[in-house]
């Protein structure tokens, strides 16, 4: 069995059939501690987060501000499977960069997509 972790496939060793641990209907509750995690580890910086089907969040500051979110990033990710960089149009990060990644299940599919804020380059 082969899964994907990022843009890299790895071999699953021993595993005959493996659930996927994400998919895409994850609620806004169950992606929060993740979404808490990854504003952590990046230096505090906002954090968005959704799974496929369904709204997610957005955290800043340490707390969810919102957990019923979508943002024109994430969107373009969970449609495209791909990294996006971009500066969006629209929505309360319109003008400041963000770099949104999709999370992939063991065949590839993009079920959630995660997102930072860089307000390193926001000139806020």
């Not at 994400?22 to 504003?39: G, K, N, Q, W």
């Not at 499977?81 to 992939?104: D, F, H, M």
């Amino acid at each position: 069995m082969l899964m994907w972790i990022c843009d890299t496939q790895v071999e699953s060793f021993g595993v005959e059939e493996m659930k996927d641990l994400f998919h895409a209907d994850m609620t806004a509750e169950e992606i929060s501690p993740i979404a808490l995690a990854i504003f952590h580890l990046v230096d505090q910086f906002p954090v968005t987060m959704r799974s496929k089907n369904r709204l997610g969040v957005r955290v800043e500051t340490g707390r969810i501000l919102d957990n019923n979110y979508t943002g024109p990033v994430l969107e373009k990710t969970l449609a495209t499977n791909e990294v996006v960089r971009e500066q969006p149009a629209s929505g309360p990060y319109k003008g400041i960069p963000v770099i949104c990644s999709p999370l992939r299940n063991s065949k590839g599919e993009c079920v959630a997509a995660i997102g930072v804020i860089d307000l390193r380059h926001s000139g806020k």
